[in-house]
T-cell receptor, first 117, second 114 residues
Framework: DGGITQSPKYLFRKEGQNVTLSCEQN?????MYWYRQDPGQGLRLIYY???????QKGDIAEGYSVSREKKESFPLTVTSAQKNPTAFYLC????????????????FGAGTRLSVL | QKEVEQDPGPLSVPEGAIVSLNCTYS??????FMWYRQYSRKGPELLMY????GNKEDGRFTAQVDKSSKYISLFIRDSQPSDSATYLC??????????????FGQGTTLQVKP
């Protein structure tokens, strides 16, 4: 089955701790994205990557870091600098950025719910 | 002002009703429009997508884009309890300003009561 796998489903962070959320896709998509969703709010972009070994900050990158060493993997680290990390984190991918409609469609994983202990 | 505005609801309707969900936007460069459905504690799934203006129909769902008014709609006919979810609109611009980033609305929570 092709898709996007996020793990773990639930994650708890202690104060001062860094935690890493996993995102793996087997859709052969070039672009990958990380979003944060808070209750009653839409999706806010944290980081995105259009190609391996390259990524850009989104609207709320502070306190987060990413890497893109492989096409199929885009892990997100929530650092201790992120003072309010409790949220639902969603990873998405798309074929590649570009002017065609199909390239604008993003496909999402099931999400990771992060809470602070 | 947000680039995309969507009434968060909640919207509660009886089973069988016609539902209208709407988003307004301010950026006239937006060309690609999508509707995602998100069940509680799940990731969003693509429901409908359209390019530029016009209507698109898929079963009980119709997506409508009015670029002159900067307004998009999703209509659900014969609504079912299984349609109860949060509906997110998303859009992106045309041309060189397109980086693949989507701009999302806040999402509207819909409840269809049996």
């Amino acid at each position: 089955d092709g898709g996007i796998t996020q793990s773990p489903k639930y994650l708890f962070r202690k104060e001062g701790q860094n935690v890493t959320l996993s995102c793996e896709q087997n859709l052969n998509h070039d672009a990958m994205y990380w979003y944060r969703q808070d209750p009653g709010q839409g999706l806010r972009l944290i980081y995105y990557s259009q190609i391996v070994n390259d990524f850009q900050k989104g609207d709320i990158a502070e306190g987060y870091s990413v890497s893109r060493e492989k096409k199929e993997s885009f892990p997100l680290t929530v650092t201790s600098a992120q003072k309010n990390p409790t949220a639902f984190y969603l990873c998405a991918s798309s074929p590649q950025p570009g002017p065609l409609l199909a390239k604008n469609i993003q496909y999402f994983g099931a999400g990771t719910r992060l809470s602070v202990l | 002002q947000k680039e995309v505005e969507q009434d968060p609801g909640p919207l509660s309707v009886p089973e069988g009703a016609i539902v209208s969900l709407n988003c307004t936007y301010s950026n006239s460069a937006f060309q690609y429009f999508m509707w995602y459905r998100q069940y509680s504690r799940k990731g969003p799934e693509l429901l409908m997508y359209t390019y530029s203006s016009g209507n698109k129909e898929d079963g009980r769902f119709t997506a409508q884009v009015d670029k002159s008014s900067k307004y998009i709609s999703l209509f659900i006919r014969d609504s079912q309890p299984s349609d109860s979810a949060t509906y997110l609109c998303a859009m992106s611009p045309r041309g060189s300003s397109n980086t693949g980033k989507l701009i999302f609305g806040q999402g509207t929570t819909l409840q269809v009561k049996p």
